[in-house]
């Protein structure tokens, strides 16, 4: 089993930033790529940015230059830092990490989501 702890959501002002983090822990092989969606109300769950193990980055265009995502391999923590908040960044942010699992003498995959973290930016 896998577990997923995020941290770092809040409230602030537009134009301020935030970090969040995400830490899998668990029967882990080895962790794939690591990446950070986000749901606003009454929309749909999208990709906010991701990140390899060879550390190649993707954002979708509403967050580049803003957002920067980053992994620590030895804790096994992806890092979203988001500067120059806007209010349309108003989202639960979603952790998801791709896993590798060895067990019953083979090697599994597994997709694992955390439980999200409320991001209220204000105008």
């Known amino acids: 089993q896998v577990q997923l702890v995020e941290s770092g959501g809040g409230l602030v002002q537009a134009g301020g930033s935030l970090r969040l983090s995400c830490t899998a822990s668990?029967?882990?092989?080895?962790?794939?790529?690591m990446g950070w969606y986000r749901q606003a109300p009454g929309n749909e769950r999208e990709l906010v940015a991701s990140i390899t193990r060879s550390d190649s980055v993707n954002y979708v265009d509403a967050v580049k230059g803003r957002f920067t995502i980053s992994r620590n391999g030895d804790k096994n923590t992806v890092y979203l830092q988001m500067n120059s908040l806007k209010p349309e960044d108003t989202a639960v942010y979603y952790c998801r990490v791709g896993i590798t699992q060895y067990f019953t003498g083979n090697y599994h995959g597994v997709d694992v989501w955390g439980k999200g973290t409320l991001v209220t930016v204000s105008s």
């Open positions: 668990g029967n882990i092989f080895s962790i794939n790529t």
